[in-house]
T-cell receptor, first 117, second 112 residues
Framework: AQSVTQPDIHITVSEGASLELRCNYS??????LFWYVQSPGQGLQLLLK??????LVQGIKGFEAEFKRSQSSFNLRKPSVHWSDAAEYFC???????????????FGQGTILTVHP | SQTIHQWPATLVQPVGSPLSLECTVE??????LYWYRQAAGRGLQLLFY??????ISSEVPQNLSASRPQDRQFILSSKKLLLSDSGFYLC???????????FGPGTRLLVL
């Protein structure tokens, strides 16, 4: 069964500092990996996704993530955090659309990001 | 472009009352549809998914049910709400052969 672990429940950084949110997954084949962001009381917005190819993927809002198969990781990074980045971030793993999983995603527990001015 | 709607946005219901949450998708046909529940500090739990009209798969046994009466409409229901049904309910859609799920704005349910 697939699983996702986000080891950090809560991270606090200063505005302008760099950020790295950790995500480790367990999956039997090549996974599809996603990062979503959720502001309080809102739905989830897709930040970026990895399916294949270049292991460093760029997303919206200046975020990037790197797929490392040997470490089963897909960490999210941003070189300089803005106060508006304060939110909860979810990593998710899924299977390809042609399989029998019907595109179901497994989510991590989320990491809450607080940004100090 | 595609959009996904959920209503109501917020709902306060007494224990034992019925529930009906609605999700509709515009701008696409024959999507896969999903219901998730997000309890405080517990991430997202997939409740139901549907690959077509009338086709519902349940992921966890619970007090809730789902229906898909039309191609782009997904309904979450309960006959009698429990306190433990409180949470934030999110609907999502995905193209039939796509990879990415897109989420609606959610419904906050408080059962008292």
């Amino acid at each position: 069964a697939q699983s996702v672990t986000q080891p950090d429940i809560h991270i606090t950084v200063s505005e302008g500092a760099s950020l790295e949110l950790r995500c480790n997954y367990s999956y039997g084949a090549t996974p599809y990996l996603f990062w979503y962001v959720q502001s309080p009381g809102q739905g989830l917005q897709l930040l970026l996704k990895y399916f294949s190819g270049d292991t460093l993927v760029q997303g919206i809002k200046g975020f990037e993530a790197e797929f490392k198969r040997s470490q089963s990781s897909f960490n999210l990074r941003k070189p300089s955090v803005h106060w508006s980045d304060a939110a909860e971030y979810f990593c998710a793993v899924g299977a390809n659309a042609g399989g029998t999983s019907y595109g179901k995603l497994t989510f991590g527990q989320g990491t809450i990001l607080t940004v100090h001015p | 472009s595609q959009t996904i709607h959920q209503w109501p946005a917020t709902l306060v219901q007494p224990v034992g009352s019925p529930l009906s949450l609605e999700c509709t998708v515009e701008g696409t046909s024959n999507p896969n549809l999903y219901w998730y529940r997000q309890a405080a500090g517990r991430g997202l739990q997939l409740l139901f998914y549907s690959v077509g009209i009338g086709q519902i798969s349940s992921e966890v046994p619970q007090n809730l049910s789902a229906s898909r009466p039309q191609d782009r409409q997904f309904i979450l229901s309960s006959k009698k709400l429990l306190l433990s049904d409180s949470g934030f309910y999110l609907c999502a859609w995905r193209r039939r052969l796509g990879e990415t799920q897109y989420f609606g704005p959610g419904t906050r349910l408080l059962v008292l």
